[in-house]
């Protein structure tokens, strides 16, 4: 083999190494930068994790930042553990008695995240002892109308009159002497002040729904969905997810929720990154 042919075989050897080397440092580089980066984002994702459970619930979201990161892993949540009853869109189902979670309506608390907190960790009639249970729907048809009450029932026609009264409360045309003996009725036997309210609009200390604002967890609002509501009684579920789920994601799927009925919530951006 000629000098030069082992001269030109030596350059390619070299030029070979070199360029695997270049390459080499080229691959060492970006792995140390896609290192740099993931360790910077979980940094910053662990600091507003924190951030969140520090935080009070409702001052969260006047806090932007903290609050898109929160509500885009609690849509993750909701998909997983509410969606099945409540819907993809969270507008419940009012044949199941499923709420609306888009609305301003609330049937326990203000809508407060505090509140949304607190059916998400311990539900409604879950068996928790922390959780919502007093108002429970007698079933009026039945010969004992609730279990531990003493409630006597009411006949067809007094349920009628109820609905003549509550519909007469709500601004709706109703037989006058049908709606008085409605009011002697939930005022008296029937004792739905105890939960309703004396002027029928409710409790939402106790989940006790408002009964004259047009706006119906159960049914349409027509006189047969509300005399089915007071004939057979109404007991409703929500599963309690404390214990089952961390109180990070808790209070991400409760913000997550808050978002729902405030989708234009003005905010002013005081998080930090």
């Given at each position: 083999?000629?000098?030069?042919?082992?001269?030109?075989?030596?350059?390619?050897?070299?030029?070979?190494?070199?360029?695997?080397?270049?390459?080499?440092w080229?691959?060492?580089?970006?792995?140390?930068?896609?290192?740099?980066?993931?360790?910077?984002?979980?940094?910053?994702?662990?600091?507003?994790?924190?951030?969140?459970?520090?935080?009070?619930?409702?001052?969260i979201?006047?806090q932007?930042?903290?609050?898109?990161?929160?509500?885009?892993?609690?849509?993750?949540?909701?998909?997983?553990?509410?969606?099945?009853?409540?819907?993809a869109?969270?507008?419940?189902?009012?044949?199941?008695?499923?709420?609306?979670?888009?609305?301003?309506?609330?049937?326990?608390?203000?809508?407060?995240?505090?509140?949304?907190?607190?059916?998400?960790?311990?539900?409604?009639?879950?068996?928790?002892?922390?959780?919502?249970?007093?108002?429970?729907?007698?079933?009026?048809?039945?010969?004992?109308?609730?279990?531990?009450?003493?409630?006597?029932?009411?006949?067809?026609?007094?349920?009628?009159?109820?609905?003549?009264?509550?519909?007469?409360?709500?601004?709706?045309?109703?037989?006058?002497?049908?709606?008085?003996?409605?009011r002697?009725?939930?005022?008296?036997?029937?004792?739905?002040?105890?939960?309703?309210?004396?002027?029928?609009?409710?409790?939402?200390a106790?989940?006790a729904?408002?009964?004259?604002?047009?706006?119906?967890?159960?049914?349409?609002?027509?006189?047969?969905a509300?005399?089915?509501?007071?004939?057979?009684?109404?007991?409703?579920?929500?599963?309690?997810?404390?214990?089952?789920?961390?109180?990070?994601?808790?209070?991400?799927?409760?913000?997550?929720?808050?978002?729902?009925?405030?989708?234009?919530?003005?905010?002013?951006?005081?998080?930090?990154?």
């Open positions: 083999m000629s000098t030069r042919r082992i001269t030109n075989l030596v350059r390619r050897l070299w030029t070979s190494v070199t360029t695997r080397r270049q390459v080499g080229l691959l060492w580089i970006g792995a140390a930068a896609v290192l740099v980066l993931v360790g910077s984002w979980l940094i910053t994702s662990g600091r507003r994790e924190a951030q969140i459970l520090r935080s009070d619930p409702d001052a979201p006047a932007a930042r903290l609050m898109d990161f929160a509500v885009a892993r609690g849509a993750g949540v909701f998909r997983g553990q509410c969606a099945g009853c409540h819907g869109d969270g507008k419940g189902s009012p044949a199941r008695g499923v709420p609306d979670l888009t609305d301003s309506d609330w049937l326990y608390g203000s809508g407060q995240v505090r509140d949304i907190e607190k059916v998400a960790y311990y539900g409604v009639r879950a068996h928790n002892p922390r959780g919502w249970s007093l108002a429970v729907m007698p079933a009026f048809a039945q010969p004992v109308p609730a279990a531990g009450e003493k409630l006597a029932p009411l006949s067809p026609g007094e349920i009628q009159a109820v609905i003549a009264y509550l519909q007469s409360r709500a601004g709706h045309a109703a037989d006058p002497a049908a709606a008085e003996a409605g002697a009725i939930f005022s008296g036997k029937g004792g739905c002040y105890d939960c309703h309210a004396n002027d029928a609009k409710g409790d939402p106790i989940g729904p408002n009964l004259v604002d047009g706006i119906w967890l159960y049914g349409d609002g027509s006189r047969q509300i005399f089915d509501s007071i004939a057979y009684g109404r007991q409703g579920v929500c599963p309690a997810r404390a214990g089952r789920l961390s109180a990070l994601r808790l209070r991400e799927v409760s913000l997550y929720v808050f978002a729902l009925s405030h989708r234009s919530r003005p905010h002013s951006d005081t998080s930090r990154p």
